[in-house]
């Protein structure tokens, strides 16, 4: 995981406990300092003046900060906070009040929290939407979990930032909920979409030794299906190596392919099989070239989660509340349920359809899409994935939720595309936060 450059701000005023607010701060950034792939920027001293802190606030536009904390150590004038946001228009901003230490002398010593409250009822007044409010301190679980959360939704906008996803042949043939108008898109999310015609695939020829390496271990992980054989084996483990060459040559963080009709026509298979492949590898893989599917992938690597399908709904179990998650087989082989036998498949597009064939594993799940309908969207569910039974071709795995018809309905419903991330781990609070800092309309089901 990439590092985060936060910086942390404190800032006090003479009229109250300064010396207890300096002692705050720096107990406060020892323990900041724990947080993994974080690198905390503060300046030697609390801050009072708004001239005192121009050196500092120099260093961190050379840095390219990722975020501000301010820390309110005491209670202080507005015009700091403001004098901050307004050298960082575009990085976001979380305001911190400390508890209230013992009372001295019948005065309020720090009077933390009205700083704070004064610090973001400017900035929010003033337009400021990439905000955010915690209160407590680094030894306190709730505060933990919740600075995790605003970090990750960091992380979120940094790998945005830094993407670019390839679009390869377009999306699937008449698929056009799964388009998205790029202009919105990079507004959005500063994603730029290489769009690359699927000759950019059929034409690559990797090295063989790529091939062979590649052939041995789907012989390593797959059992062949009645069709399969030699000659198809290859052509998957060189589509699977020309996919990872199309990523790093393209510096793509993730390739969205129309797979097909075209693939099995002139390449002779279709790439669900090598797009399995790639995903195991830790590549962003998303069929029928969906964008918004790719986004929401690329969104939970930030988050910290490594295990990940992108998947249709296929069936609901009404008797168990639960739901079919299925799709041809583009699910990474390491989140394989330890007991189905793992098989290369061919039972589509007159047998050219080559796919991986198994059961995911059980665990709890956070279901999600981000989406554009009349505006950014979020669709976002917990579910357990439950021990299935491989009765089926493709990838697939039973989930329980809360009430599966009512979570069908709100996803048709409210006009979401036909794929949804699924997603090992509990990521909600995360989206809930990106969500609120992004001002994107919710459709939660818990």
């Known amino acids: 995981m990439e590092q985060l450059k936060i910086a942390l701000i404190p800032l006090v005023r003479s009229t109250y406990d300064v010396e207890e607010g300096k002692k705050v701060f720096q107990r406060q950034l020892s323990l900041l300092k724990r947080f993994k792939d974080v690198h905390w920027f503060a300046p030697s001293q609390v801050v009072e003046y708004v001239e005192s802190m121009t050196n500092f606030l120099n260093t961190l536009k050379k840095e390219s900060i990722d975020g501000i904390v301010l820390l309110s150590a005491t209670f202080h004038l507005g015009d700091l906070a403001m004098s901050i946001a307004s050298n960082f ?66 992380r979120a906008f940094k790998i945005w930032r830094d993407s670019k996803i390839a679009l390869i042949g377009g999306h699937a043939k ?21 769009v690359l015609p699927l000759e950019t695939v059929f034409k690559h020829n990797p090295s063989e030794e790529e091939v062979q390496k590649i052939e041995e271990d789907y012989k390593n992980i797959y059992r062949y299906d009645e069709n399969m054989d030699d000659d198809r084996l290859k052509r998957v483990a060189r589509l699977a190596a020309t996919l ?36 195991a590898k830790g590549s962003i893989m998303a069929c029928e070239g969906d964008i918004l599917g790719a986004v929401t992938m690329l969104t939970l690597k930030a988050f910290g ?9 296929s069936q609901i179990f009404e008797e168990e509340n639960a739901l079919l998650f299925w799709h041809c087989g583009v699910a990474s082989h390491t989140l394989w349920d330890g007991r189905s036998e793992r098989t290369l498949d061919t039972y589509f597009a007159g047998g050219k359809g080559v796919t991986v064939g198994f059961v995911l594993k059980p665990g709890p799940v956070t279901v999600a899409r981000i989406d554009y309908i009349k505006g950014w969207s979020l669709f976002l569910a917990k579910g357990e994935a439950i021990q299935t039974e491989k009765l089926l071709k493709g990838t697939y795995v039973k989930v329980k939720v809360k009430n599966a018809i009512k979570f069908v309905e709100s996803l048709v ?15 909600y609070e995360d989206f809930l936060e990106l969500a609120s800092m992004k001002g994107w309309k919710v459709h939660a089901e818990i």
């Open 174 to 194: 008449s698929f056009m909920n799964i388009d998205v108008y790029e202009p919105e898109l990079f507004k959005e999310f500063k994603i730029i979409v290489d």
């Open 89 to 154: 228009e575009n990085v976001p901003i979380l305001c911190w009040a400390v508890p209230e230490p013992d009372y001295r002398g019948s005065r309020v010593r720090l009077n933390s929290l009205v700083g704070a409250h004064l610090d973001f009822s400017n900035l929010y007044r003033s337009g400021r939407t990439n905000l955010r409010f915690i209160y407590g301190t680094a030894e306190e679980e709730r505060f933990v979990k919740k600075l995790s959360r605003w970090l990750n939704t960091i």
């Open 413 to 427: 419903e409210n006009g979401f595309a036909h794929h949804v991330v699924m997603a090992y781990g509990d990521w």
């Open 244 to 279: 990872q060459n199309v990523a790093q040559t393209t510096k793509s963080s993730a390739l969205c392919i129309r797979c097909w009709p075209e693939f099995a026509i002139y390449y002779g298979v279709s790439p669900c099989a090598a797009m399995s492949y790639n995903m």
């Open 305 to 313: 989660c490594e295990e990940m399908y992108l998947s249709d709904i």
